[in-house]
């Protein structure tokens, strides 16, 4: 599994952690001018579950892979929360955010994984 498949799959571990829920994938790699080659993309339902989302996917990547990410913005506000760790860009919305966004049909050429939610 290489550097990058793991980073994606502990983020979504730290996701899950916190109930976040419609996990996507988005699969950035042959899409030229993309700027990174995952986004993984969830929501949670309160700007409180958003940001406990959030945080949870730092610590995890932190504990796991001794990672952090380079940048995160939208921490306060909690509507939207992007997390950029170079090859993987998080996205973490309030489903009015993400209806409004609507990141996965703006990447229309991307292979997107749909992840089932846990309970």
Not at 69 to 92: C, E, K, M, R, Y
């Amino acid at each position: 599994m290489t550097r990058t498949n793991n980073l994606v799959n502990t983020i979504i571990k730290g996701i899950q952690e916190k109930k976040g829920s419609n996990i996507v994938v988005a699969d950035l790699k042959e899409i030229e001018g993309a700027i990174t080659n995952y986004f993984v993309i969830c929501q949670g339902n309160s700007p409180t579950q958003v940001e406990a989302i959030a945080e949870s996917i730092g610590e995890t990547v932190r504990k796991e892979l001794k990672d952090k990410p380079t940048s995160a913005v939208g921490l306060g506000l909690n509507q939207w929360v992007a997390i950029d760790f170079v090859d993987v860009i998080v996205h973490v919305f309030m489903p009015e955010m993400r209806s409004f966004y609507d990141l996965e049909h703006l990447w229309a050429d991307a292979k997107l994984t749909h992840l089932t939610d846990i309970d």
